[in-house]
């Protein structure tokens, strides 16, 4: 079975662009979580998606926005980008709660310049 | 954003070493999970906790779900150049909770 798939695997944008990242899950997954991880504050949750349903959000600003497909892939959008948004993203899929079902992707990294 | 803290932050020891990690919360949880993350990739689920004082391993590694249900610990037994790595715990508070997590231990097996 294929793992999870994030793409890009590695981005380069500038302050004030927006940016697009995908993740596929595990066929048969429908949940389908988002992180953020930085060498300064770890590892953040961003928001959780479930059968294209937001259920549950992080403490990130609004310019981080997702969604989900009905194939369950998803996406996350960070709008006019801040040098601070600069990490990798983690994108987790799983079949539904427990939590401990989550299997994690490679990540996206992102430089913002 | 909410963190476990973790600790040691980091830890160098020689292989065929035993290695304790921890990680403390002030709110209760009622999972625990304890992941490694190596260079360049995502983490891996290594081992998942569920009862207050559950003792669970996973091979050379071990895990113990405090009994005040605000700690847990990792033990990783006779070390090897592989366990090199960073390892997370991670809470939620239920089942279907966001999972909060520890701020990382960096450990690095010298030879």
């Known amino acids: 079975k294929a793992g999870v798939t994030q793409t890009p695997r590695y981005l380069i944008k500038t302050r004030g662009q927006q940016v697009t990242l995908s993740c596929s899950p595990i066929?048969?997954?429908?949940?389908v979580s988002w992180y953020q991880q930085t060498p300064g504050q770890g590892l953040q949750f961003l928001f959780e998606?479930?059968?294209?349903?937001?259920?549950n959000k992080g403490n990130f600003p609004g310019r981080f926005s997702g969604r989900q497909f009905s194939n369950s892939r998803s996406e996350m959008n960070v709008s006019t980008l801040e040098l601070g948004d600069s990490a990798l993203y983690l994108c987790?899929?799983?079949?539904?709660?427990?939590?401990?079902?989550?299997?994690f992707g490679p990540g996206t990294r992102l430089t913002v310049l | 954003g909410q963190q476990l803290n973790q600790s040691p932050q980091s830890m160098f020891i020689q292989e065929g070493e035993d290695v304790s990690m921890n990680c403390t919360s002030s709110?209760?949880?009622?999972?625990w999970l304890w992941y490694k993350q190596d260079p360049g990739e995502g983490p891996v689920l290594l081992i998942a906790?569920?009862?207050?004082?559950e003792l669970t391993s996973n091979g050379r590694l071990t895990a113990q779900f405090g009994i005040t249900r605000k700690d847990s610990f990792l033990n990783i037994s006779a070390s090897i150049p592989s366990d090199v790595g960073i390892y997370f715990c991670?809470?939620?508070?239920?089942?279907?909770?966001?999972?909060?997590f520890g701020t990382g231990t960096r450990l690095q097996v010298f030879p």
């Open positions: 987790a899929s799983g079949a539904a709660p427990p939590q401990d079902t989550q299997y």
């Open positions: 066929s048969g997954h429908r949940s």
């Open positions: 998606y479930f059968s294209e349903t937001q259920r």
């Open positions: 709110s209760i949880f009622n999972t």
């Open positions: 906790l569920y009862k207050a004082g």
């Open positions: 991670a809470g939620a508070q239920d089942n279907t909770d966001k999972l909060i």
